[in-house]
């Protein structure tokens, strides 16, 4: 079946520890990949995007992800964790052929920060 | 630039009653997606408008339905409440759909809706 999957349910990381949050997806072809972040009582918000292209891509709050097609992978990382990066992390897709209107979502992963 | 808005926040409802949600997208966006958000399902699309037309729905019973305005401004309405409705349905608009050259969809803060 057509999804995207993200593994982790819960990650902690260490302030100022690395970080890296997985996301799979199956799909015939490669889907349009994005990853937000949600907050506690927030929307969504937008941390980056791949299209085509550069492989490795750089989103905000130093936030970035690398697409491999091989391992059917975008996953996200950040060199320094920071105390306010904790929130839910989703991976999402635009599935090819749906007609660019629909993002298929990831269950998500809740990133705590331990001091 | 003033963000997506939703309307109202919180509401709580019963069982069999009607509601409905309001969402005001940036100016200049012509799209509006709804999504519903639950803890055991995650995030579910339900559908989107581009123009005041419904260009793409999910997977989601009839009593879900949705419409947009000239200025496209967006509604949902759900009949006939369930337990199971009792979500966080948030709204995105983009400027012509989230594969658009723009690629992004912004997000409201979302309805926090509660079925009794």
């Known amino acids: 079946a057509q999804s995207v999957t993200q593994p982790d349910i819960h990650i902690t990381v260490s302030e100022g520890a690395s970080l890296e949050l997985r996301c799979n997806y199956s799909?015939?072809?490669?889907?349009?990949l994005f990853w937000y972040v949600q907050s506690p009582g927030q929307g969504l918000q937008l941390l980056l995007k791949?299209?085509?292209?550069?492989?490795l891509v750089q989103g905000i709050k130093g936030f970035e992800a690398e697409f491999k097609r091989s391992q059917s992978s975008f996953n996200l990382r950040k060199p320094s964790v920071h105390w306010s990066d904790a929130a839910e992390y989703f991976c999402?897709?635009?599935?090819?052929?749906?007609?660019?209107?629909?993002?298929?979502f990831g269950k998500g992963t809740m990133l705590l920060v331990s001091p | 630039k003033a963000g997506v808005t939703q309307t109202p926040r919180y509401l709580i409802k019963t069982r069999g009653q009607q509601v409905t949600l309001s969402c005001s997208p940036i100016?200049?966006?012509?799209?509006v997606s709804w999504y519903q958000q639950t803890p055991g399902q995650g995030l579910q699309f339900l559908f989107e408008?581009?123009?005041?037309?419904?260009?793409n729905k999910g997977n989601f019973p009839g009593r879900f339905s949705g419409r947009q305005f000239s200025n496209s401004r967006s509604e949902m309405n759900v009949s006939t409440l369930e337990l199971g409705d009792s979500a966080l349905y948030l709204c995105?608009?983009?400027?012509?759909?989230?594969?658009?050259?723009?690629?992004?969809?912004?997000f409201g803060p979302g309805t926090r809706l509660t079925v009794l």
């Open positions: 995105a608009s983009s400027l012509s759909g989230v594969g658009g050259s723009k690629g992004e969809q912004f």
């Open positions: 999402a897709v635009v599935p090819p052929g749906s007609g660019y209107s629909t993002l298929t």
């Open positions: 100016s200049g966006h012509r799209s």
């Open positions: 791949y299209f085509s292209g550069d492989t």
């Open positions: 408008y581009f123009s005041e037309t419904q260009r």
């Open positions: 799909y015939g072809a490669t889907p349009y």
